[in-house]
């Protein structure tokens, strides 16, 4: 895994009032979590202000956006930063983003497919794996918990599945 690999935190979803501030949609820990960075997108993005709006998102103001019709041209678009950028994690604990395109192959070596996206439900992380295209001319697609009992290791290289939970 590239430790300057863009990773997605937060996405602009429109204007806010006519002073350049826009809406954020948060793919993280909140606002708090992205008040680390002073910029985004290899510095095109410069923050001035950042604040929770209350609801689960972010308003912020970058010196890029002075007015409301600048704000509008920013609508849809993510906000990343580099992976090497992101806070240390404690043993187990892993970035959606580190998982997310790794191969997923069982205990017995067998290629299953590709991790292409992590969901939680309420109950925990769970992967969803595509598998490649089968004889029927389709990728059909399963979805693992994220636990050590179906996923018992996974690195930068791949990420294992126990055979119990690899789905034919």
Same mark, same amino acid.
Do not use: C
């Given at each position: 895994?590239?430790?300057?690999?863009?990773?997605?935190?937060?996405?602009?979803?429109?204007?806010?009032?006519?002073?350049?501030?826009?809406?954020?949609?948060?793919?993280?820990?909140?606002?708090? #979590? =992205?008040?680390?960075?002073? @910029?985004?997108?290899?510095?095109?993005? /410069? $923050?001035?202000?950042?604040?929770?709006? +209350?609801? %689960?998102?972010?308003?912020?103001?970058?010196?890029?956006?002075?007015?409301?019709?600048?704000?509008?041209?920013?609508?849809?678009?993510?906000?990343?930063?580099?992976?090497?950028?992101?806070?240390?994690?404690?043993?187990?604990?892993?970035?959606?983003?580190?998982?997310? #395109? =790794?191969?997923?192959?069982? @205990?017995?070596?067998?290629?299953?497919? /590709? $991790?292409?996206?992590?969901?939680?439900? +309420?109950? %925990?992380?769970?992967?969803?794996?595509?598998?490649?295209?089968?004889?029927?001319?389709?990728?059909?697609?399963?979805?693992?918990?994220?636990?050590?009992?179906?996923?018992?290791?996974?690195?930068?290289?791949?990420?294992?599945?126990?055979?119990?939970?690899?789905?034919?």
């Amino acid at each position: 895994m590239s430790a300057d690999r863009p990773v997605v935190l937060a996405a602009i979803t429109g204007a806010h009032g006519i002073g350049g501030e826009v809406r954020l949609k948060l793919f993280g820990e909140g606002a708090g #979590g =992205l008040k680390r960075y002073r @910029a985004f997108n290899d510095g095109k993005l /410069t $923050v001035q202000s950042l604040r929770d709006d +209350g609801k %689960g998102g972010a308003i912020a103001r970058f010196a890029e956006s002075t007015d409301r019709n600048t704000a509008e041209k920013l609508r849809g678009t993510a906000l990343s930063v580099p992976r090497s950028t992101l806070p240390p994690l404690a043993p187990g604990e892993y970035y959606h983003a580190d998982v997310i #395109g =790794l191969p997923a192959v069982s @205990a017995t070596g067998e290629a299953l497919g /590709t $991790v292409i996206a992590v969901d939680n439900f +309420g109950a %925990g992380d769970v992967l969803e794996i595509e598998r490649p295209v089968g004889e029927d001319g389709r990728k059909h697609r399963f979805m693992v918990p994220m636990r050590v009992e179906s996923v018992p290791e996974w690195d930068e290289v791949r990420l294992v599945v126990d055979d119990g939970w690899a789905e034919g």
